[in-house]
């Protein structure tokens, strides 16, 4: 569905295809070219060489507008998207600028104000609103025109365990067969939980693309990309200093308890 | 759109117009803005920008220059329309250059000087301490502003903006989701700043001493004694012979196209 070769100077010698069902993380260094390649999903970046398609569609042949349809595109700063003096505007902007029938756009507001429980402000301007719900309120704005294609820059950044809890929540919602999750974020407690796919970036480069336990569990690309693993696989890797026989690979509360029980186990 | 803060974005380089005291580059800038607002004429105009070249290529900032130029096209462009429709395309053509003469003086200056040491040259100037800061700190927050606006944008884009869509009134009514993310986030930057500032003893003290002292040296009275010289020339052309000989002028003084 999507097909990315080589292109920004940024970027160089990428080809990676993103299937729908998947959710996709993506991690790297601070400047490794992350943003720059989901901004190339929706065509608010083209590529110098190399194509990118997205449905099919050639980016280079098409506005951001248009491509704003099948993607959208959460940025990490809600308050450089919000805007207009209800929440119900706000929602409606992207329905409007894409031509939606005013039925139409009413029944998504709602819905969407809804999912997000944010109905009992509809009326209220979104300046008042907390920190958390302008985040909120920026995801529905995006969500209301139900793209195929998710993009979530830093979406766990400056949001406690609560939140983090309800967007792990969403996230899940949205995995099925007709949509693709992409989640930029450098929070690998999060990343472990959340996607099925990682791809690391370094330097511009592609230096990963797999399940998130291998690759978070790998010394050697977590330094590059400048990682910590894990907190338990951390712990693993100390415990299978004393405990040879200790998995490595353990990156989850399950996982860690069932290899602590086998190692008791074991030890009896 | 942002192509036009390039031209007061301070790049530290090595080289004979960065080694210059402020006050000596806002001498100049000023000298050759006034300069500029004196006359109307095409070739005296031109003068006066082509005079500046040597200063943008002793500063090593040609590129920087030449896409803030870029980013005033637009404008250049709707000034000569309007301008050859309503009065005629000499006066247009004069009031672009008028408009490059200025944004090169300033270019030239906030290219070449550093924003802390302008607010130096401020109070040196004898400004008060609070305005020389909020002034550096505005030209401080330029760049910033600029990559906020691009990000901003960005963000409209993927939720379907087009900014070109629509009618005049339309097009510009396309700013407002752009503007009001930008108005916004400045005051709350402001307000964080202000926040911050005041943690760090901001005007705790009456007499502030500065780490770092300005001093002109030789090549700033040379400088200086250039552009006076150049300065008062002007204006004895402008107010003296403009007006009272007016017939010693040249021919090409005058020079425009018929229409």
Known sequence: MFEYESGHPVLRGLNVELEPGQVVGLMGENGAGKTTLVKQINGLLKPTTGAVYVDGVDTRETSTAQLAKKVGFVFQNADHQLFADSLHAEVAFALRNLDFSKEEIDDRVARYLELFELTRYKDQSPFLLSGGERKRLALASVLCVEPKILILDEPTQAQDALQKEKLLKFMDSFRDPEHILVLVTHDVEFAIKAVDRLLVLSQGQLIADGSPHQILSNPRILDRARLLPPQLTQFAHKLAEQFPEFPLNVATVSEAVEAVNQLIRSQR | ?259
């Open chain 2, 1 to 259: 759109m942002t192509a036009i803060f390039e031209a007061f974005r301070f790049k530290q380089k090595d080289t004979f117009m960065h080694g210059l005291d402020p006050r000596t580059t806002f001498f100049m800038a000023v000298s050759f803005s006034i300069i500029g607002m004196l006359f109307l004429q095409i070739i005296p105009l031109l003068l006066v920008f082509l005079s500046m070249i040597p200063f943008i290529l002793l500063a090593r900032s040609t590129r920087q220059w030449f896409k803030s130029l870029r980013g005033l096209a637009y404008l250049a462009g709707f000034i000569l329309i309007i301008n050859s429709f309503f009065i005629s395309f000499s006066f247009a053509i004069s009031t672009v250059l008028r408009l490059v003469v200025l944004m090169t003086a300033f270019s030239l200056f906030f290219l070449t000087v550093h924003p802390d040491d302008f607010a130096l040259a401020l109070i040196k100037m004898h400004i008060p301490y609070e305005f020389a800061f909020a002034f550096s700190m505005a030209v401080r927050y330029v760049p910033t502003i600029a990559t906020e606006t691009e990000t901003i944008r960005d963000a409209q884009m993927s939720r379907g903006l087009e900014l070109e869509r629509g009618n005049v009134i339309q097009k510009v009514r396309n700013y407002i989701p752009i503007l009001i993310p930008i108005i916004v986030s400045s005051i709350r930057r402001a307000l964080q700043v202000a926040e911050s500032l005041e943690s760090r003893a901001f005007g705790s003290t009456a007499t502030r001493t500065s780490l770092y002292d300005l001093k002109l040296r030789k090549s700033d009275y040379g400088m200086m004694l250039v552009a006076a010289v150049a300065l008062a020339f002007a204006l004895y052309v402008a107010f003296v012979v403009r007006i009272q000989f007016p017939y010693l002028l040249p021919d090409w003084f005058f020079w425009g196209f018929p229409f």
